[in-house]
């Protein structure tokens, strides 16, 4: 069986840790690990002094600490652009260690401040693979101030809600460049180029092998900016002619993206998609 960990961003509330590992264990997961990702303010500290007398008599599995920090010191709390850097950074190596070690990976959001959650979104969406899960608890008894209760109670209402995470690629990611990436804004860089890569390969699937070379031909010149007219006189044929072909190219458009039955693929539509293709083709053969 695949080892499990759970990963919680922690702020000054500590039950929302072992409320967490408490519904995940119902749920039927087996965690081996929690890890805490916190920083290093008053209220941080006293919840993780809670934490660690609640994981002091914790059998089933271990437990350890992450502090959110820069390059010199760790971070008292979440108030700079250069504190939410630090905070992507730390979260990010911390998930990708765990993914590097062929664990799945639960990330618990619920605690903290705001950026802990929408940054932790971000790292899910560069390192999950389809196993590993976001999940938010929702508490419906419980507000700020009332009496801490550390573990779920027959009768609370409390719950785990997964969060949906679009991920960026449909390859696991510790298969790809991302894995060998320390540093979060290089793996985005990564990821950007992977993708610009990945639509360039498939537009020239469509270029090369769904349209006819008539087609193509048009759709390179249509790029160019020429009207109906134009592309008659320069392709030797009539107006109608280059209508129907646009007619063809229009389905065959509409079908590759998988567009909506009421969206209308229009000569913008097209340029829009391929003027670029074409121009970085062009500059290409140019360039040989």
Known sequence: MTPQVLIATLGSEPQVVTLVLDLLRTKGYVISEVIVVHTMGTAAQLALKRLHDEFAEEKTCAYRTVAVANEEWPVDDISTEEDTASLLRTLYRTILAEKRAGRLVHLSIAGGRKP?????????????????????????????????????????????????????????????????????????????????????????????????????????????????????????????????????????LHEWRGFRKDVAVTRALLVAEFAAYFEIDRWQEGSR
Not at 116 to 132: C, I, P, R, S, T
């Open 116 to 252: 802990m959650a929408v940054y932790g979104m971000v790292v899910a969406q560069l390192l999950f693979d389809n196993n590993d899960r976001v999940w938010h608890l929702l508490s419906e008894d419980w507000k700020p101030g009332d009496k801490r209760v550390m573990h779920v109670r027959p009768g609370d209402r409390v719950s785990l809600v997964p969060v949906p995470v679009l991920r960026w690629s449909t390859v696991s990611p510790v298969l790809t460049e991302l894995a060998v990436r320390e540093d979060p804004w290089e793996a985005i860089r990564t990821q950007h180029v992977l993708q610009q890569e990945e639509e360039r390969r498939r537009k020239s699937e469509f270029v090369e092998h769904r349209l006819t070379p008539a087609e193509r031909e048009l759709v390179r010149l249509a790029c160019q900016g020429l009207d109906n007219a134009t592309l008659a006189r320069r392709l030797h044929k009539s107006e109608k002619t280059v209508a129907n072909q646009f007619t063809n190219v229009y389905e065959k």
